[in-house]
Every structure is written in C-alpha cells, then in structure tokens.
C-alpha cells in the first residue's frame, strides 16, 4: 500500500510551488459572523457585510447559515470582496463561499456550494477581504433575521 502525500503534506515540505499553508489539523477555524440587522426592508439584490477582515492566504471552508423565512423563491450567495474601511471594495468572488441556497423557509443549515470550497477545491484568498451575503432571486421578507457564520483557516 503505498502512501500519497497530500497536497498540505507537499507545501509544508516545499516540495510544490506555491506558499507554505498550514494544513486544517494543525491550525485553528476562525470565523466571521454576519448579522442581518434587526429592521431591515430586504430587496432582491441586497447585500450585507460584516466589515470583518479575512486574511490573505486563508483557506475558506464554507459558511454555517441560520435565517427566519426570507419568502418564496429566494435564494442567498455568500462572497468575499476586498476589505475596505466602508464595505465598497472590489469583489473577490461573488458566490465564492457559498452558491445559490435556497432560503425561502427558515433555515438553519452549513454549505460549501461556492467556488472557494466546493468539490475538493483547495483555494485560499489572495488579497484581504470582508465576507457578506447577497439576497437574490425573489425580494425578501423584511425583517427577516439572518446570521451568516464564515470559516475559514488563516495563514
């Protein structure tokens, strides 16, 4: 039987290219929670970030999401955009934590469906960046809470 050298096993002993990451057993999850505010009138399209930084060279794992019935047909994305002091900083990837969930009755729910943590891929930011969601699809209930809880691993 032989042994296969994962890809965290390979970057720590610098036998790939790339930067050193440390592997998920050896280092901790952050988080970074987003919270809906308490009034809210929802539109379809609306986005909401937390402000929070996530380093360069973190790992995302995906997002736990926990939210009251947001109304038929929504659909929430969880991204990243550059950090910037007010929220308006470039988007890194749009769906990149979490892709299309649907959140049309309450929910309380972990997804990796995004481009960052979905199907093995092992992605890590490249620049600083603030996590937020977006609501799509349908116009929301207002007032719905939403809690949206970001993992991820820093470098």
Do not use: H
């Not at 970074?32 to 996530?54: E, F």
């Not at 995906?62 to 019935?69: D, E, F, I, L």
């Amino acid at each position: 039987m032989a042994e296969i050298v994962s890809r965290e096993a390979a970057l720590a002993n610098g036998t790939t290219g790339g930067s050193k990451m440390k592997a998920a057993s050896s280092a901790g999850v952050r988080a970074s929670v987003i919270t809906g505010p308490a009034v809210a009138a929802w539109a379809q399209n609306d986005t909401c970030g937390n402000r929070d930084i996530i380093p360069a060279g973190s790992r995302i794992i995906g997002a736990y999401v926990s939210n009251a019935a947001l109304g038929a047909s929504v659909t929430m994305d969880v991204g990243l955009r550059a950090w910037t002091p007010d929220g308006t900083g470039a988007v890194v990837d749009v769906d990149g934590v979490v892709d299309g969930l649907d959140v049309s009755g309450a929910l309380s729910t972990f997804s990796a469906t995004g481009s960052m943590a979905a199907a093995g891929v092992d992605s890590v930011t490249t620049v600083p960046c603030e996590p937020y969601f977006s609501l799509l699809s349908a116009n929301p209930t207002d007032n719905a809470a939403v809690r949206v809880t970001v993992l991820y691993i820093a470098p």
